[in-house]
């Protein structure tokens, strides 16, 4: 009875097209869609030369010293030395960000304040401001400038050395792509509440039909479940497979760590499904609405529609955090792509486990024992 | 008017589906709007990056004053020192740059003896290289006194260091841009517009088409007393009004929003070109509408088709962000001639007759879609008819 049922109930919901769609192609579709949206975000974060021009006139040729230190910055500054005719033209088609002019003094122009013309600000305020370093030690110890100082000053020294916060890139975009496979996992929901509506006889046809059968209800619930949890996780799988291997998004390496959140998280989505369709006793649009909407809400406070929002969360409410099973699915494999301990991984997959049994519980004991007057 | 009034019955019946893409739209117009702020500004203010500044040093005046010179030039940002913690910062930007200052280094600076703060960043970040331009001068410069003035009391090396970091290029900003803040939130409002516009006309009209072409219902009002010019009529005036009626509602908040903005001639250019988008996205609406089998597919085809051109053509990802194929792919949408020609209207500070061109070509592309798929839903109609 119970490979009967499996058997049945897994050809049940893969001819279900509407059903597919919604728990397989949407989600591929969403994630093909974010890369296209988002893969040039990061490309954007990058640096690249700021494009400047220096003015030629007497002036700059009486500072031989400030042309010393532009030609130190050559990973900085794409420099062109114009005229200041050619530079205002320049400005005008924004084909450079401001132009350096000595009239006599050193002045930046610009047409707009940003990141690029405060790092052309902050190289020029360095040199005024060791000129004027250089003047306050010669003005102090006049025997400095025979000491090489200027020279000192011109060979800087390095104070910074980087280290790296985890194995991983810090790389806010793939946190959209977790918690698109969060919604995935909740959009497993669907199936999960499809079992439960075939099994109710007050909510299907064939639900009132099963009921009928000399068979015990909690073996056919459960392969109806595992049915249902068995074509999640190969969904899941295929999304995975799709976003890791077309699309390149990096989940970490540790293999083993992200199929034990994938099975976790399709139990967490079946298990919600059926927990919402039991609990509410309306007809199937009406726990499909509610199946959206709640997991759209979890979805967006673990950062799918602003990555923003998941660290605002965790910071500001963490309780929310915990609570919330989109999340604790991101957060998992947040923690696997940029943690180095494992201690926040397990916290979430315990979580999960939670929610599994709370859910799971919560549907048998209302599931049981149903007996119906009349249909 | 029994087809026209049918037409809003069954509008009326699918209600709560269509208010959900309204809510979307209003909930992502209020945040996402209110939560942009453009750093445009007459006077020139520098980009202030988020750190995190964290001494395991004691506290020594040198360490002082560098936290003091940076807390100028940058926003220093509280955080534990908890390595997650400040991971996390990082990961989602809260901070782009941590330095770490180790024990023993202010005396290792007084003795002249080399020494390295630790810093954690966004790589090949600007962030990165404009911290590390600051934080090198300082310590260059407390090295040069160190180094010549020897005996130098911290007190007095940090006045005079902070004698010398007051020393500021002077910036000549040159734009006679009064760009208000309207105009760069007004247009992110007008292109969400498209998302909840194109999935609202798909519902709304497909929930009309799937009654109208069911075979029955379609052979009984082909043998009422109405002639069927008239009924066309009819169906035609109540897709109008629908799609005039969402169009309103939706640009409605644009003008408690942005208040007298909308009558600027910026402002006018945005509504006439979202009704012109409603139009075409109208069309498209329509032959969607005359394929669709069923009200499941129909909200697959809404979602998708709503989804899918916006985060083409920039709707919710700019598109200057965006790569040149997609940009190409987005160029078939009317979706992306409606974004460019919204950009060009809420960045035009006046207008002459080179950015109107180029906007009003985008609005006659948008209108041109319209009218071909409106084309190809006629031609189909009408051979289904003689199918039939």
Known sequence: MFLFNYRYRLKCILRDRQLMFWTLLFPILLATLFNLALSNITTAEEFIKVPVAVVENDQLDANPAFTTALEGTDELFAVQYTTRAEAEALLNDNQISGYIVFEPDLNLVVNQSGLNQTIIRGFLDDFLQSSATIVTVITENPTALDNGIVAGVSSRSEYLTEVSASQSNPDPIVNYFYTLIAMTCLYGGFLGLKEVVAIQADLSDVGARINLAPTNKLTVFMSSMLAATTIQLAELLILLAFIIGVLGISFGNQLGYIALTCVIGSLTGVTFGAFIASVIKKGEGFLTGILIASTMTMCFLAGMMYADMKYIVTTKIPILAYLNPANLITDSFYALYYYTSHTQFFTDILLLCGFIIVFSAITYFVLRRQKYASL | ?388
């Not at chain 2, 208000?180 to 998302?195: L, P």
């Not at chain 2, 194929?325 to 209207?345: C, D, G, H, R």
């Open chain 2, 1 to 388: 008017m029994q087809v026209y009034k049918a037409f809003f019955r069954i509008i009326q019946k699918n209600r709560s589906q269509i208010a959900i893409y309204l809510v979307v739209f209003m909930v992502l117009a209020l945040l996402l709007t209110n939560a942009y702020t453009p750093p445009q500004d007459t006077d020139f203010t520098k980009t202030r990056f988020n750190i995190a500044f964290i001494n395991e040093d004691g506290d020594s005046e040198l360490v002082d004053g560098l936290k003091t010179y940076l807390g100028e030039n940058a926003n220093l940002v509280d955080l534990p020192d908890d390595p997650q913690q400040l991971q996390d910062a990082l990961f989602f930007r809260q901070v782009v740059y941590i330095l770490r200052v180790p024990k023993g280094f202010t005396a290792a600076m007084l003795n002249g003896q080399e020494v390295q703060l630790e810093k954690t960043i966004v790589p090949d970040s600007p962030s990165n290289i404009y911290m590390d331009l600051l934080i090198n001068k300082y310590l260059n410069s407390a090295q040069t006194y160190f180094a010549y003035l020897p005996g130098l009391s911290q007190d007095q090396l940090v006045d005079y260091l902070k004698v010398d970091l007051a020393e500021e290029t002077a910036v000549t900003v040159i734009s006679g841009s009064s760009h208000s803040a309207n105009a760069e939130k007004s247009g992110y409002y007008f292109n969400y517009i498209s998302y909840s516009l194109f999935a609202i006309l798909i519902l709304g009209v497909c929930s009309v088409m799937l009654v109208f072409n069911d075979t029955d219902l379609k052979r009984r009002n082909l043998c009422s007393p109405i002639r069927s010019a008239t009924m066309n009529f009819q169906m035609i005036l109540g897709n109008l009004s629908f799609a005039v009626l969402t169009w309103l509602v939706l640009i409605s908040a644009s003008f408690v929003m942005y208040g007298s903005y909308m009558f600027t001639t910026n402002g006018l250019l945005l509504l006439l070109n979202s009704f012109i988008f409603t139009l075409a996205a109208l069309s498209i609406s329509y032959l969607i509408g005359n394929l669709v089998k069923s009200r499941g597919a129909m909200s697959a085809v809404a979602n998708v088709f709503a989804l899918g051109t916006s985060f083409l053509s920039g709707v919710f990802v700019p598109q200057e962000l965006l790569g040149a194929n997609v940009l190409t792919i987005a160029s078939f949408t009317p979706t992306y001639w409606y974004v460019k020609a919204n950009n060009e209207i809420a960045n035009a500070v006046s207008f002459n007759a080179g950015n109107l061109q180029s906007i009003f070509t985008s609005m006659v592309l948008v209108l041109a879609f319209g009218v071909a798929v409106l084309g190809v839903t006629l031609v189909l109609i009408k051979q289904r008819r003689v199918e039939a």
